[in-house]
């Protein structure tokens, strides 16, 4: 997929982001409404680097993501029902409701997992694209992770040992300007803080507009090519910003005003939309895909309010590679 | 009489007899190459399978575990070297919160079959940092497997069952055992996790412990059967599955219990242990349950001090003597 692609592609990549942000509203609605508990961190405003990178990797590739992380795990091919249903405890979660918001996970499409210790998923994805290697599949791995992961050792430790080992790994960073609740310019030596950390580990980066999804797009695909080739990691950085606050109800008053504003007038939706019109295609048609979304996620809602509540039997399965969970003698 | 072998050998050995068996065995940790481990317990490795599949690393525990972790997940089966397990602090939050809980949190999607080797323990004089016996550590986290050998033969055995299994095993190895003797393993020798051994058979006392506490109790108990007395000594083997049906039925045979540990005696594994016996086997003890494990201070440099801290023949000798005479 590069900036080429042709405007059905590019429809069905905005169809894919439309499904997404509706999701996103209604995973935020549902918790409004009590039927969400815990925690939510929503990716509305993100979509484009998900579904973007989604276009241009294969479907064997490893994807590891965030506790922000609802975006990948769809863009990967988890239902927006089976997302919505492990965020509601229902039986029918994509984790069985063992993991809930932030670990959403879909194994058998390649997404092998969302983290919420910051960073922690650096070096798995840097392990996953050691053993791809090993294997000799050409196979890539790509890690996502915020700004604020930057800033951790894990962060550190994987860009050096994924670039001696000039592994097929992606270091793909969601910059929103955010870790939490503060600003990341106010705690971090760097302009951009993950592309100007790769050059002390001999990585290439590039800094690139998160919400344009044909230029995220196009950015994995080369980074995917030079993996596959041998030659080595490299480190994106994806301008971008969420919509929400970091979670739950934040209002996210730390924002100064007229902020989110700016941004939403590149919502990556709007940015899709324009580049439909200068390839053709009639408005009609990009309002059909985004009545389509907007069903698919209201079945979704629907179909997850409808299941049964988790089993708590399930509690205590899948500890063991045998199924249990029994410790002792 | 069987061949020898030091236990430091038998760590090589056995991982080379995995490595031969499975191609997905694939070894990283700092130094375990060309130098073949800081404690001489990878020799050899690089030269039979090639940097490949024995890749020294950076010192990033971090990376080490993770990448071990991400390479787990997609089909390889990876043995991580942690250097001394003190350093497992560096990258606790995978022991802690990533390896043990992916595949319980994602509904049993992913597998994580890998195996976390350190030098564990004291007696050598190595101070604070790289002294302790952290194997309750591990202990306090559900989804981690635990194994911890007294002997080379159960090194070799258990390393092949560590290996071999689809759930993680953190793999402790008593750097004060390094250097001793005992026989080799047959071809083809597994001992399964959570198997523990009555390394002696005895009618009088139990004594339960684990890696080198186990040649210390045996020390204790040859001591003791000058005066007549016999103690059963149980050598775990592992903590996680810990084998209690062994323990409560030596217990049941001797009435009395003395749990040897060198993890400290606050939040140490003979904790657990006491706590089944008295909830399980109340009704089979004659005396109270006592445990000889470290003090609660850190590890001191000196042998004078840390034997002071840690068990000791004598310690255990006098223990045991207490309890035959309660």
Redesign the interface.
């Known amino acids: 997929m590069t900036a080429d692609m042709d405007a059905q592609q590019l429809l069905g990549l905005y169809e894919q982001m439309a499904v997404i942000r509706g999701t996103e509203q209604a995973a935020h609605d549902l918790f409004l409404a009590g039927l969400v508990k815990g925690t939510t961190h929503l990716a509305a405003g993100h979509e484009a680097v998900a579904v973007g990178a989604s276009a241009a990797l294969r479907p064997d590739d490893y994807v590891f993501a965030t506790y922000r992380g609802h975006h990948h795990a769809m863009a990967r091919g988890a239902s927006p029902e089976e997302c919505l249903a492990e965020l509601m405890s229902k039986a029918t979660g994509v984790c069985k409701a063992k993991g809930g918001s932030m670990h959403l996970t879909k194994a058998s499409a390649g997404m092998l997992g969302s983290y919420a210790i910051v960073g922690a998923h650096l070096p798995m994805a840097a392990g996953a694209a050691w053993s791809a290697l090993l294997r000799g599949t050409k196979q890539v791995a790509v890690a996502f992770f915020g700004d604020g992961a930057t800033n951790i050792g894990a962060f550190h430790e994987a860009l050096n040992l994924a670039s001696v080992w000039a592994l097929p790994v992606l270091f793909i960073c969601e910059n929103n300007l955010y870790m939490e609740y503060t600003p990341i310019g106010s705690v971090t030596a760097a302009d951009h803080p993950a592309a100007d950390r790769a050059a002390g580990y001999r990585l290439p980066a590039e800094v690139i507009d998160g919400n344009d999804v044909v230029v995220v797009a196009d950015a994995v695909s080369r980074a995917a090519e030079r993996a596959r080739a041998g030659d080595g990691p490299t480190v994106l950085e994806a301008q971008t910003y969420r919509h929400f606050g970091h979670s739950r109800t934040d209002p996210a008053r730390y924002r100064p005003a007229g902020e989110l504003e700016q941004w939403l007038k590149r919502d990556p939706l709007e940015v899709a939309r324009a580049r439909l019109a200068g390839l053709g295609v009639a408005d009609a048609e990009v309002e059909a895909a985004a009545e389509r979304a907007s069903r698919t996620v209201a079945d979704a809602v629907a179909a997850a309010k409808a299941a049964d509540g988790a089993d708590p039997a399930q509690a205590f399965t899948d500890v063991w590679a045998d199924g249990g969970y029994q410790w002792r003698t | 009489m069987a061949d020898l072998i030091t236990y430091r050998d038998a760590v090589a050995d056995g991982l080379a007899r995995e490595m031969r068996r499975d191609p997905s065995v694939?070894c990283l940790g700092e130094d375990i190459g060309a130098a073949g481990g800081v404690f001489k317990t990878t020799v050899g490795l690089l030269a039979e399978f090639g940097a490949?599949?024995v890749?020294d690393?950076?010192i990033?525990e971090?990376?080490i575990?993770?990448?071990?972790?991400?390479?787990?997940?997609?089909?390889?089966r990876?043995v991580a070297e942690i250097m001394f397990s003190d350093f497992l602090a560096c990258c606790w939050?995978?022991l802690a919160?990533?390896i043990p809980k992916?595949?319980?949190?994602?509904?049993?999607?992913?597998?994580v079959?890998l195996v976390i080797r350190t030098a564990n323990g004291g007696g050598l004089g190595f101070g604070a940092q790289h002294s302790q016996a952290v194997e309750n550590w591990a202990l306090a986290v559900?989804?981690l497997k635990i194994a911890a050998p007294s002997n080379p033969a159960d090194v070799i055995g258990l390393l092949a069952a560590a290996v071999r299994?689809?759930?993680p095993v953190v793999f402790f190895e008593h750097k004060g055992l390094f250097a001793s003797r005992g026989e080799t393993a047959p071809a083809g020798h597994v001992v399964p996790l959570?198997q523990a051994a009555v390394a002696r058979s005895g009618t009088d006392v139990t004594v339960v412990a684990l890696a080198a506490t186990v040649p210390i109790a045996l020390s204790a108990a040859a001591e003791l059967a000058t005066a007549g007395v016999e103690a059963e000594v149980i050598d775990l083997r592992c903590l996680?599955?810990?084998?209690?049906?062994?323990v409560l039925a030596s217990v049941r045979k001797t009435s009395r219990l003395l749990i040897v540990e060198e993890n400290p005696y606050q939040g140490g594994w003979g904790g657990t242990v006491a706590s089944?016996a008295a909830d399980e086997g109340f009704e089979l003890l004659d005396a109270p349950v006592r445990r000889v494990a470290a003090a609660c201070v850190p590890l001191p440099f000196a042998d004078a001090l840390e034997d002071e801290v840690i068990p000791t023949v004598a310690k255990v000798t006098a223990a045991l003597r207490a309890l035959l005479d309660y």
């Open positions: 694939v490949g599949r890749r690393t950076p990033s971090q990376a575990v993770g990448m071990a972790m991400g390479a787990a997940m997609t089909g390889m990876p939050d995978y919160n990533e992916m595949r319980y949190m994602t509904g049993g999607q992913v597998t079959p559900p989804g299994s689809d759930d959570g996680v599955p810990l084998d209690m049906a062994t089944i």
